[in-house]
């Protein structure tokens, strides 16, 4: 029998922690607690104010084929109500670009034609996680193109992934941007209406959920975690007692903290991260668009600008813009900085001041060879082994969508 009386601890108040938990709670299970070591709830969905407008430093928007965030949203009372974010291409110096050159219409056009029907064998993608996905999918998602004879999708897909966080299209496998960009959403994105953003901000459709949980605690850095009949868990304030653990904050980073196998120490060191710099300048003098810059999609652009937002179409000129740029160790935030400051400057921008950085440990995942030796299956096999179970990013993806759509699943599976 169910026992709806168990002690369920979550780490993480995120989109994933948050999601789990409220699913927990419609399932009737009386005794969740989320465990969050920030002050505040949302993770990388993260809301700021300046000047009464808000600006997201973090996710920004979805899209219609969302259709588990609608759900959130639709039970919280929250609306689409955000600005259109209305879209440029711009070459470095400024001047307007396209995506597709004029000499490549028509073959571009033959090539996305053919997309539905490649897209429909790999259909299996459209489910929850990442486990049995066709092996295809495991090499780089530019390979993939050529092997299906469709290289251009790659000038397609490269503003809404590369420009969005998630690395370079010749490195991820295509697993991971054919779960988020399948059909519906690849054409969402295509057509800026269609973009969803939020007036008040992303976070607080995670403030609405968080209100209607029973108990989230905040300032609870998770400082130790042993398994033994019952899970023990420590944050610096207090020790707790839970019969399962549901981990949605970075799983490699539990090992510091978790009393863990030597199975998941052999899975958890293959996760990679992309850095991804978000910037908040007072500026003037660029495009009221978002504006993306195609010459900075590939590899050997790393730390140039790869996109910026224009939230509100009728700024004031001491407004913000947020700006975009990807790093890695020897690219770290400061040189990022010069680079992209550099960027605006070609762009035509006169820099006013920056107002707030965030540099994120982002998009969770594994490369190529990790996926082929089956990392994701061996993943779900570890669910509920030792009362644990694994939600967020990496289960599924780094996106609003797909972090809700996995904590579904999770629960109705296990729970
Ligand atoms: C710049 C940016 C832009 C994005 N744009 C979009 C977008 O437009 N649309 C979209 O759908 N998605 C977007 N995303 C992705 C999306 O925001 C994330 O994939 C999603 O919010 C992740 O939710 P999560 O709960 O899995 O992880 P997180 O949000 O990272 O939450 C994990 C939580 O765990 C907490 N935690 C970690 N360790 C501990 C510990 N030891 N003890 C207690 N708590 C702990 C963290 O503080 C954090 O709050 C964007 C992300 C970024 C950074």
Redesign the pocket.
Known sequence: MVDKDKKIGI???????LSTAYFLENKGYRNVTV????TRVG???FTIKYNDKTYEL?????VPSHLNILELMNKVGMERNGPVLYRGFFTPDGEKTQQIKNEEVVEFQRQFSRLPSILNKYNKILEPGLSKVHPDLYRPFKEWCIKNDIPLMEKVYGPPFTA??YGYLDEIPAAYVLKFLDWETLTSFIEVTHLITWREGIQELWERIASELNDIRLS???KSIERKDKVIVNTDLETLEFDNIIL???LD?SIY?MDTSQKEKDLFKNIKYTK?N?FAYSIEGLPKVSGYIPHHLPSNMLGHVLVWYYRWQDMAYNDLITVYALGNDEIDESKCKAIVEEDLRRLGAKINRLHIHKS?K?FPHVDSETMAEGFYDKLEDLQSVNNTYYG??IMSF????Q?IAYSKYLVNKFF
């Open positions: 780490i993480g108040a995120g989109a994933s922690g465990l969050e070591k920030g993770g990388k969905c973090g996710a920004m928007m979805a969005f966080g609870s850095e998770v949605t904050c970075p980073e903290f991804f978000v994120w982002y967020g990013e780094s996106s609003i969508e972090c």
